[in-house]
């Protein structure tokens, strides 16, 4: 199975500071902004906070075409790539809890051949809500 990559215009918006501060908004992504210290960290700071916003959204909206979005002042377009699939194995990471089950339930299970694992896993995202 292959990555997930994705691609959207972002809105540079330089604040002229002693910090090179540059504000990053995607327009077709309303939740996703950033900011960045030099134009080196700003790309790099988009492109993790495209990715953290959206490795687990499944209807992401059309790109919208760089050339018909409205800029102010001194703003620039730059087209931003992530890689949703490294950013969701990178904040999957695993703990171990040991837990206590009635015997007889766990016997059941393991005849049944289920994972232990996948099902707590699974049983607390419905119960969470997630």
Do not use: C, W
Request: zero cysteines; glycine letters at 4%; proline letters at 6%.
């Amino acid at each position: 199975m292959s990555d997930k990559l994705i691609a959207y215009p972002a809105i540079f918006r330089p604040l002229h500071n002693e910090h090179d501060t540059y504000i990053i908004k995607f327009p077709d992504l309303p939740n996703t902004f950033t900011e960045g210290y030099g134009l080196n960290d700003a790309y790099v700071m988009a492109s993790d906070v495209l990715a953290e916003m959206n490795y687990d959204n499944k209807e992401l909206p059309e790109p919208s075409t760089p050339n018909t979005i409205a800029l102010d002042d001194d703003e620039f377009i730059v087209v931003i790539t992530a890689n949703l699939s490294a950013k969701k194995r990178e904040l999957q990471k695993f703990v171990r809890k040991n837990v206590t089950v009635p015997a007889d339930l766990a016997q059941r299970a393991q005849a049944q051949g289920l994972n232990f694992s996948q099902t707590l896993s699974e049983a607390l995202e419905e119960k969470l809500g997630v």
